[in-house]
């Protein structure tokens, strides 16, 4: 899957990338061997960052740098530095004013570039009647960490004002994720 996203986000070697939600490194520096990309990882928890930077000297590579930065301030990079931008389940939940984060990573992005997320967002089929579906919110909750969901919809809107097109906008198919889960 990671390599799927990869090639969608279209990166030349040495490109820049940006992941967001790096935690202990693993997926930067997969990312970094099939694209050929510099990875650049920020995360909240010291702790990850301290082992990210370990398993990238472990591995003796110099394509990954991990900085400790919370999603939610402003960035510690220049503007258009990054040529695609990606999070597999570190940032939606997380983001406490959905406007500042998207311009930021507006900001940070190459004109042309892509930011690809990846995380648990509201479906249409979400029911906040259903109590089935109130349970799987709450503990879709204690497995993300995170704990706000919002609908996707939202998520669309916020990303278009800041400046992005939305390319692609959709669910996950099974076992990923049902229609009626968050």
Known sequence: YEQ?????????????LLEIGSGCGRIAYDMS??????????NIDS???????????????????????????RQPFEDNF???????????SFISDHTSFFNEMFRILKPG??????????????????????ELLK????????GVFVHYKYIEKYAQESGFNIL???????PNLAQELP
């Open 168 to 174: 692609s906008s959709k669910g996950g198919t099974f």
């Open 82 to 92: 990054f040529d695609g931008i990606y999070t597999f389940q570190g940032c939606v």
């Open 139 to 146: 503990n879709s909750r204690m497995v993300m960490a995170g």
């Open 4 to 16: 799927e996203v990869g090639k969608k986000l279209n990166i030349k070697k040495d490109g820049k």
């Open 47 to 73: 702790e990850q960052i301290k082992d990210a930077r370990n398993f990238a000297k472990t591995n003796k590579t110099d394509q990954l740098e991990f900085t400790f930065s919370d999603l939610n301030d």
């Open 33 to 42: 061997q099939f694209t050929g990309a510099n990875v650049f990882g920020i």
């Open 113 to 134: 570039g892509i930011l690809y997320i990846v995380d648990a967002v509201l479906l249409d089929n979400f029911n906040r009647e259903n109590k089935y579906h109130l």
